[in-house]
Structures are given as structure tokens and as C-alpha cells.
């Protein structure tokens, strides 16, 4: 299984606004000005996290986007259903049908394929949904990140 780049980045995308100074909503090129990405490419990762329902945009002067709930409620489950989608990894298509003749072997043998792959999803799922992205903004020392003022941070 992979995922798409754009998972890594949604994390990152949550981070900042997590840590921006006076929760104040930031827009997208200073977004994409931080992770490197054109603003075009991050419009289409920030549109699907607000469908996702992780984060809002509020158009206008003083506008941008912002977390729509707490951090610490928010889990790497959250924003895979956000960016990869909550259906199947895979679906069966009954291609082995067209190819192999003996119809219940072929059932009883992709049965075999996808329960396997069914366990392995909901282990990565349940494992996803057990990390809260709160927990990425706590240092080595146990002290919390302080807030970070985006529109002010130099491309160091």
C-alpha cells in the first residue's frame, strides 16, 4: 500500500495551523510558501481536508484556513479518510472469472486474497485512529510547541 504525498503534507498543514499565534487562519500561500508546493497542487490537498471536515476557509481579508476541532482530538485516521477516502483499499472485480474457468475455486481463493487484505486494513486503521497529531506537538522534554507566527517566519 502507498500513500499519496499529499497525506504528509495534511499533517504538516494541521501542525502549523495548530501552532498559529492566536489561532489566526492562514492562507494558502503562506502555506505552500512553507512546504515547498505550488499553491495550485495545495488548493487541491486543502480543498479535501475542508470536504473532510478537519479544517474551514473563510474567504476575505483576515481569512484563510483553520482547524475546525481540537488537535487533540484529531487522529492520522482522520485525515487519511480526509485525503486517501474511507472505502476499501481494494474491491474485488471478478477479473480471476474471466480468466479461470472453475467459478467456486475462484471465489474460494479471492475470498482467501481480500479477508486477508481486510484484516490488514483494519489493523493499519485501528493503528491510525490510536495516534492523536496533539501528541506531534509535544517536545522530547514534555513541554508543548509554542505558537508560531507563519506570516512572519523567514524559508530559512
Known amino acids: 500500500m502507498k500513500l499519496k ?5 495534511a499533517v504538516c498543514i494541521l ?8 489561532h489566526m487562519p492562514l492562507r494558502s500561500a503562506v502555506i505552500s510558501n512553507r512546504l515547498g508546493v505550488s499553491d495550485s497542487y495545495l488548493k487541491k490537498v486543502l480543498h479535501q481536508m475542508v470536504v ?9 481579508k483576515g481569512g484563510g484556513f483553520s482547524l475546525c476541532y481540537d488537535i487533540n482530538r484529531m ?7 480526509a485525503i486517501e477516502g474511507s472505502s476499501p483499499l481494494i474491491k474485488p472485480t471478478g477479473i480471476a472469472r ?9 471465489e474460494v481463493q479471492e475470498e482467501k486474497i481480500f479477508d486477508q487484505i481486510g484484516r490488514a486494513e483494519t489493523q493499519f486503521k485501528s493503528g491510525l485512529k490510536k495516534e492523536n497529531l496533539g ?8 513541554t ?3 505558537p508560531i507566527d507563519w506570516n512572519q517566519v523567514g524559508d530559512d
Open 15 to 22: 501542525l502549523m495551523l495548530a501552532l498559529s499565534k492566536n
Open 52 to 60: 473532510g471536515g478537519l479544517i474551514s476557509s473563510e474567504a476575505g
Open 75 to 81: 487522529t492520522l485516521l482522520d485525515i487519511y479518510n
Open 98 to 106: 474471466q480468466v479461470f474457468f472453475d467459478g467456486q475455486f475462484v
Open 144 to 146: 508543548h510547541r509554542q
Open 5 to 9: 504525498s499529499s497525506f504528509e503534507q
Open 135 to 142: 501528541t506531534l506537538l509535544i517536545n522530547p522534554d514534555g
